[in-house]
């Protein structure tokens, strides 16, 4: 019998497929319109927590019409960045759909970082206003980067606000930022400044189970878009109370969360993306509402584009081939 063969993906060859943030927006809307229909397969992912506000968890998803099975084991460690260590760290192992033998495994942290980002300019291309062009970014690290990276790809933003509570992460974003996207970015030292005239504003800082929130209602603007990146971390509950239509990614990951403890304080979604996306649950329906998307981050973003990377490897030659 053939001894199967698994390609192995490090960080530094998934760097060099450099797939595209337009193209990772493309896939995760294909697989959010198969999800609003029913035909996708992805229990809550389960998790252990070997510290506070640290988690490993294990995320498996099927996606039929891109023949895309697999599972994503991630952790994220806040007190990583006093080591000098990421935040996010992990693997994914890609599952063929016909006989279950996994072909790939490789690293999981630029898939989070760039599909987590795709998920915030889809749900924001549905709700933020078309003409939107002001962007604010709390938290200024990986999240906060691609983040601002995917609306530039769906909105003609000309200016981002950016804040960080560490000063010199904050200065090199706007120095690499405004660089990478040939937009001006201003570094503000108060994180209502990098709200009040937005259109779009992220939130990607740590998310904590009991938080003290610093958005307060009303900083937002009418007509403005959130992207809740960090859960309910960063929005005071009244400024969450305040908006027209607060959507997730998924209701039972939603509701599993606060049954976890998040989210205590929070309207419930009146939307999932996949609904949105389908059609079956409306986007922004008026030029002045508030509106906020909380994706949670699921295991259908990651196996959307994790075949992608995987063909555009073997294509390149790239990687290491592995006996199972
Ligand atoms: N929802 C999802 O799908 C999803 C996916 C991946 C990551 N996340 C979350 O996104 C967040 C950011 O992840 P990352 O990989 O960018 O981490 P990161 O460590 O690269 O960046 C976090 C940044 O937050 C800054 N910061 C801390 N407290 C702050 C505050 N109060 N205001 C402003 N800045 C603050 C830090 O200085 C750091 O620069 C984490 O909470 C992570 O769990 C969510």
């Known amino acids: ?192 400044k990098a709200v009040v005239d937005s259109d779009l504003v992220v939130t990607s800082g740590p998310i904590l189970k009991h938080p003290a929130p610093t958005i307060q209602e009303s900083w937002l603007k009418p007509g403005g878009f959130g992207s809740a990146v960090d859960f309910d971390s960063y929005w005071q509950p009244a400024a969450m109370a305040q908006m027209d239509k607060i959507s997730t990614d998924d209701h039972t990951q939603f509701q599993y969360y606060r049954s976890a403890g998040y989210f205590q304080l929070t309207p419930d979604p009146y939307a999932d993306l996949g609904e949105i996306v389908s059609g079956k649950k409306p986007g922004r329906e008026r030029e002045d509402e508030r509106t906020l998307a909380i994706n949670l981050g699921l295991a259908l973003d990651d196996m959307a584009v994790a075949p992608e990377i995987y063909q555009r490897a073997k294509e390149r030659g790239l990687g290491t081939w592995l006996p199972l």
């Not at 760097?15 to 990772?24: F, G, K, P, S, Y």
């Open 1 to 192: 019998m053939e001894t199967p063969q698994i390609l192995y993906l490090s960080r530094a060859d998934i760097e060099r497929v450099a797939l595209d943030m337009a193209t990772i927006i493309r896939l995760l809307e294909n697989a959010f319109r198969e999800k609003g229909a029913g035909r996708i397969e992805m229990p809550p992912k389960p998790g252990i927590h070997t510290q506070p506000d640290a988690f490993i968890h294990a995320m498996p998803a099927f996606i039929p019409a891109m023949r895309s099975a697999g599972i994503k084991w991630v952790s994220g460690y806040p007190a990583n960045q006093r080591r000098g260590l990421p935040y996010i760290t992990g693997l994914l192992i890609l599952n063929d759909v016909e006989t279950g033998i996994p072909y790939a495994v490789m690293d999981c942290s630029w898939i989070t970082a760039y599909r987590t980002a795709a998920a915030t300019a889809l749900a924001a291309r549905y709700l933020g206003r078309p003409n939107s062009e002001i962007a604010g970014v709390l938290a200024c690290g990986v999240q906060g980067r691609t983040n601002l990276e995917a609306l530039e790809v769906i909105f003609p933003i000309r200016r981002a606000y950016a804040y960080d509570t560490t000063r010199e992460v904050q200065e090199r974003f706007v120095e690499e930022m405004s660089a990478r996207l040939g937009i001006e970015i201003i570094g503000v030292d108060d994180p209502r």
